[in-house]
Every structure is written in C-alpha cells, then in structure tokens.
C-alpha cells in the first residue's frame, strides 16, 4: 500500500473518532453544581439546671444544679447564666423550691424563696395560711389526692332529722398530704435512691388517715377551724379546669355555716363576707335573731 493512502487512511481514522466522541460528549447532561452546606454553630452560654429532681419546700444545694451549655437565642430573662452569677451553686444554696424542678430544667429565681425559717412557710402564698386538718382515704376521694390539688371542703354534721352535709370552703389548694410536698425530690415520697437516680416521679396514695394542709386566707383558715369541732369534714377533689377560677366569688354567705346552741335554742352561725358573723335562729326563734 502506498504511504499516502497510509496516511489518509489514518486522518480518516482520527476523524471519525473524534466525531464520535464529540457526539457521545455532546448528548450527555452537564454535571450538576455541587452545593456546599457551610455549618455555623450558634453562640453558646451555661445556665443553672436542676440535676436532680427538686421536690415543693426542698433547699439547693451544690449536688441537685449544675451549668450546662445553653443557645443564647433560647435564654430567658430569668434564667441564672453563669456570666450574671459565677456563684450560683454556692448563692443559691439553701434558697427554697416554691415549685418543682424537674432533672434539666432550667433553675429560675422567681420559683425559689430564700428562707430561714421552714419550708412550708416558704411556700405560703403572702397572705395566706397552712391550716391542718386530719383526712382519711375515705374522706379524701380515696387518698388520690395529692399536694397543689384543689378540693371543696365538705362538713358534715348531725341532726335531730339526719345528718347535714355542706361545702363550707370552695377550691382551695392542698399544699401537703403528710410530709408530701409535691411530686418529685424527697419531699414528693420518693426515695434517696431514686432521687438520686434521677428517677420518674411514682404515683402515691395514702390508704389510712393522713394531715392535709390547705391553703386558705385568715377568714377562711377561722371557718375551717371552728367546723373541725362541730363535725366530720370531707375534701372533694375538683377539676383541673377549675383551678383559676375565683375561690371567695363560689362561697356565698350561707356555705360557711356552723351549728351552735344558744341558751338551749339551736342557731346557725353565717361567716359573711365582710367577716360580720349572722345569727340565723332555728326553731320557734324570731327572725331578728333576740337573745
């Protein structure tokens, strides 16, 4: 074969491939941009959370709180960072738990109380008073009821025709069943081991006869008193979806009664609103209530 025909020969060679790599080349799809995902961490500081659950009434101390790191965008107002109080562990120490911390939960002074004196002071309301009264399960909706519960106050009392019951306090708060503050940290009936497990708060009952203290205001902590001497008093326990309403707009006058003789005559003795005590005269009494 001559050597120009060699050569055309392998131009021609070179030319059809190159053609059909520029067809393969030219039907395919362009390669797809690649996305760089850049990750930028959000700025970090510690705040004060319960490590252990922290019962109603319990104190801090250096054991039940830690710092752990927290988003600054998630910070509240008044959460307890470590750059406003390095201290914290330390200047919390012994302040009082007026409501429970749960393990992790952030620490918040408005739910604490610094007290000298005891826990359940601590926990009071301003203005408001424990008054203690000794409940039975049966008395008690079965002893299911259990601290910051609300509950009607119910007496019972006896009569020449039966007994009389009536409700002479509306929804009041339970603040402890026993030694029972609250649901978790030892105060809630949890053991020492399980509180120091970090364990779930557990549903307790009491079967036999236990003292409830309620929370009520003087007027009513002097109703409650004076019907524990004139009969049986029962608590019924209310719904949950009662609890904002108005204790003093659901007691009328004639709720808060209590049955005393006088000069041999029986009478009803009426807490009014205003504190003013109404004698209402039963029996052949005249109305106008005359000794």
Do not use: C
Not at 75 to 100: K, Q
């Amino acid at each position: 074969m001559k050597p120009a025909r060699i050569i055309l020969l392998l131009v021609a060679l070179v030319a059809g491939g190159l053609a059909a790599f520029l067809v393969t080349r030219g039907g395919g799809q362009a390669p797809e941009p690649q996305q760089v995902t850049q990750v930028i961490e959000e700025a970090k500081t510690q705040v004060l959370v319960a490590k252990l659950p922290i019962g109603v009434g319990e104190r801090l101390n250096q054991e039940t709180v830690e710092w752990q790191d927290w988003p600054e965008g998630a910070l509240r107002a008044d959460y307890v960072t470590i750059s406003a109080m390095p201290d914290a562990p330390a200047d919390l120490t012994g302040a009082v738990a007026r409501y429970e911390f749960f393990p992790g939960e952030p620490i918040r002074e408005a739910k604490l109380v610094s007290a000298d004196q005891g826990y359940l002071s601590a926990v009071l309301s301003p203005g408001m008073r424990g008054v203690s009264v000794g409940v039975s399960a049966v008395s008690s909706a079965g002893g299911f009821i259990v601290p910051n519960d609300h509950v009607d106050v119910v007496l019972t009392t006896a009569t020449e025709v039966g007994e009389r019951s009536e409700v002479i306090l509306a929804n009041v708060r339970i603040l402890a069943i026993g030694k029972r503050l609250g649901e978790v940290g030892a105060s809630g009936g949890q053991s020492e081991e399980n509180v120091a497990a970090g364990g779930t708060p557990q549903p307790i009952t009491f079967d036999d006869g236990a003292i409830a203290t309620i929370e009520l205001n003087p007027s009513q902590a002097e109703t409650l008193i004076n019907a524990a001497t004139r009969g049986q008093l029962s608590l019924t326990l209310r719904s949950i979806a009662d609890f904002g309403e108005d204790a003093m707009a659901q007691l009328p006058s004639n709720n808060q009664t209590v049955r005393v003789f006088r000069f041999g005559k029986e009478q009803s003795v009426m807490a009014g609103s205003a504190g003013q005590v109404q004698l209402a005269e039963t029996g052949n009494q005249s109305e106008n209530g005359s000794e």
